[in-house]
């Protein structure tokens, strides 16, 4: 039987070899560590003085707030802004219908009469053709009778002391005011031929029995019963034409007499409005 010792010397005998390939693997290693190490400090230093770098560099960002994304800043680089152009302000030139002025474009008179929304217009920027010849309208006429019986029982006799007129009949009115007060007076308050609203047969120029001396008259409107259809022509269909300050869009001058047949509902509308039928109506 082998001694302790004996068994012991065996076993160290068979450990030295792995210990010593154990110790040339880890130099063999090691130098190969030192060895790339070498080669790569080398090999940056080469690049170093060539002015060159094997590294890729993060691109620099231009500073802005904290919270700024890098989305947000490349978007601010991608898009330039655009300088606003203000366009200049046009402003459109005042429109004056009244006296001649209104007439000037709109000389020659047309082979059908002008509708709007199915209201027939009259007015210095529409004429009528000459031979244009309705009559007095009977619906007006109806809308009257029913108006003068109400104003009756508040006290007030109206009367229609001028409706329908031909274009032969206003040309000869209108060369009369020409003749009286000249051409461009007469054009503030009467329509040449053609450009009445009493060829219409819709136009109704309104008094009061016995108080004659206001028909076609501003005083009209100061007087009681003047003052009473001026609130109350709406409810017949009736507007009044050419309310106060309003010549410049008219044509024509204040006339507190003259009515012009609309029918109630159109009517009302253009008197809750407060306006002419021209700036109802867009003409």
């Not at 407060?274 to 700036?279: F, K, N």
Request: aromatic share 12%.
């Amino acid at each position: 039987m082998k001694s302790r010792q004996s068994l012991l010397k065996q076993k160290k005998q068979k450990k030295w070899p792995y210990i010593v390939g154990g110790s040339i693997a880890a130099l063999l290693i090691g130098a190969i560590v030192v060895w790339i190490g070498i080669n790569d400090w080398n090999i940056d230093k080469s690049m170093t003085a060539l002015g060159l770098s094997n590294q890729v560099e993060e691109p620099e960002l231009e500073q802005k707030g904290e919270n700024s994304t890098v989305d947000e800043l490349a978007g601010e680089k991608a898009v330039e802004e655009t300088p606003k152009v203000e366009k200049p302000v046009v402003e459109e030139p005042e429109i004056d219908m009244s006296g001649p002025k209104g007439y000037e474009g709109h000389e020659t008179l047309p082979t059908e009469p002008k509708y709007v929304d199915g209201v027939l217009i009259a007015s210095k920027k529409y004429p009528l053709p000459s031979t244009f010849a309705p009559g007095e309208s009977k619906e007006g006429r109806e809308a009257f009778e029913e108006m003068a019986a109400e104003a009756k029982l508040s006290g007030y006799e109206l009367v229609a002391f001028s409706t329908y007129r031909s274009f032969e009949y206003q040309t000869t009115l209108y060369e009369r005011y020409v003749s009286h007060d000249g051409q461009e007076a007469a054009d503030r308050y009467s329509a040449r031929p053609g450009f009445s609203e009493h060829q219409s047969g819709l136009a109704f120029d309104i008094g009061e029995k016995h108080f004659e001396q206001h028909f076609a008259r501003e005083s009209f409107g100061e007087t009681e019963a003047g003052k009473w259809i001026a609130v109350n022509a709406y409810k017949y269909g009736f507007i009044m034409r050419y309310p106060k300050d309003k010549e410049k869009i008219t044509g024509y001058m204040y006339e507190p007499w003259h009515f012009r047949y609309v029918g109630k509902q159109l009517a009302k509308e253009v008197f809750d409005a407060g306006t002419t039928l021209e700036e109802y109506l867009g003409i």
